[in-house]
């Protein structure tokens, strides 16, 4: 195998863990400082409160739902769902006292066929370095936005790793971000950063009471 596709290989076991090489990529994602910085800044912004009903799609090694489930209380929930095994097994391992709380539910799956169990609603949504694997993210976060309740919230966060990545790709990365959502009908977007190397970006938004697929709500 040619290094070029050794590399790309190993950038899909990040994407979609997988078997032995996917254990490995999962115990670097939970053990990299920047990642777990990462994902509890996110979480930070989020203003969770005990009583939410949270969703994260592609929670990895289980990190952002690690910092969510000490958030909430008896009456909120933690869901997550990733469409890979391996992540599966480590954020249900990383989890374990609180999915045995019965504070946080794990589910495999994909934010393209969500299972019936994650119809919501939910008080939040997040992402965290997922988005770029979506198909058709424009299609998915209108359906995310049919899951949240009346003012619920939603967040995506970027960092790119992309070869030479800098602080103009991470704001690049932001904007589309910020289009996306917009014109999935989310409103009081905004643009916060994480200046790690390179820096990590963070879009929350909200899903307007008063708007009905982006348009006004006709009373």
Request: positive net charge.
């Amino acid at each position: 195998m040619t290094l070029k596709r050794s590399i790309l290989a190993l950038v899909r076991q990040f994407g979609h863990p997988r078997g032995t090489a996917g254990n490995v990529a999962g115990w670097v994602m939970a053990h990299r400082a920047s990642n777990r910085q990462r994902n509890s800044w996110v979480v930070s912004l989020l203003d969770v409160r005990p009583t939410d009903r949270v969703l994260e799609i592609g929670f990895g090694p289980g990190l952002a739902i690690a910092e969510l489930s000490r958030r909430v209380g008896p009456s909120g929930h933690v869901y997550g769902v990733d469409r890979s095994d391996v992540m599966l097994r480590q954020a249900t391992k990383r989890n374990a006292a609180a999915v045995q709380a019965g504070r946080v539910t794990l589910t495999l799956g994909s934010v393209e066929q969500l299972p019936p169990a994650l119809d919501g609603p939910f008080d939040i949504i997040l992402a965290v370095n997922s988005l770029g694997f979506w198909t058709a993210p424009a299609e998915r976060l209108d359906d995310l936005r049919r899951r949240l309740t009346p003012g619920g919230r939603i967040a995506i966060a970027s960092q790119p790793r992309c070869p030479g990545a800098t602080r103009s790709t991470s704001l690049e990365a932001a904007r589309n971000i910020t289009t996306l959502l917009q014109d999935a009908g989310f409103t009081k977007t905004r643009t916060e950063i994480l200046d790690l190397g390179p820096p990590v970006v963070c879009v929350p938004a909200v899903n307007d009471p008063d708007l009905v697929r982006g348009r006004p709500r006709i009373s």
